[in-house]
């Protein structure tokens, strides 16, 4: 039951921030709540480069600052921290050190964790999706494709953000006497 609870809690944030959330975008969601942002780094230089072209982009400030999506991770949006004038190297350590986190979690067992939260998702009227995502997110294995954000979701929210352990969000938060 308290599972449930954080389930809704956060579908409640995101359904919120992104009313036209495909299941898709659900999925990018539920995953970088699971694993985190370690699939992202390979390369810390190609991280930086990426990091700041992101932040050079007209940026949608509109979103909170931290985003929780579980216990252990949450999306720090690059909009409000550029509006903010913070700087970008603690926020690059801090992914970076997100990105070093163990995963406790199998990816191969995503697939099969993945179809019941997909099920939950459409039963509670939290995901939209569109027919064709509707039956490639429900065939297992999940599709690689579906671990980003549906082409609905990028061109109405312009999604820029990082994945943070919540550790590291409270080291920044703290440092910088953030709000969120």
Partial sequence: MKHERQLHLIADVERLLHPEARLQDWCKLFF?????????????????RMLL???????????????????DYGRLHLGPWKAQGLPTEPLLQAFLSSAAVPVV?????????????????????????????????????????????????????NPHYRVLFTDNWIQLKMRYNLGG
């Fill in 105 to 157: 979690h199998d990816v191969a067992a995503w697939p099969a964790d993945w179809k019941p939260l997909a099920q939950w998702l459409m039963r509670e009227g939290f995901a939209r999706p569109d027919d064709e995502t509707r039956v490639r997110v429900l065939s297992l294995p999940v599709e690689s494709s579906l671990i980003h954000h549906s082409e609905a979701y990028r061109r109405l929210y």
């Fill in 32 to 48: 970088q709540a699971r694993y985190g942002p370690g699939h992202m780094v390979s390369d810390a230089d190609a991280a930086h």
């Fill in 53 to 71: 072209g992101e932040l050079e982009d007209d940026l949608n400030t509109g979103e909170p600052l931290w985003q929780p999506i579980g216990a």
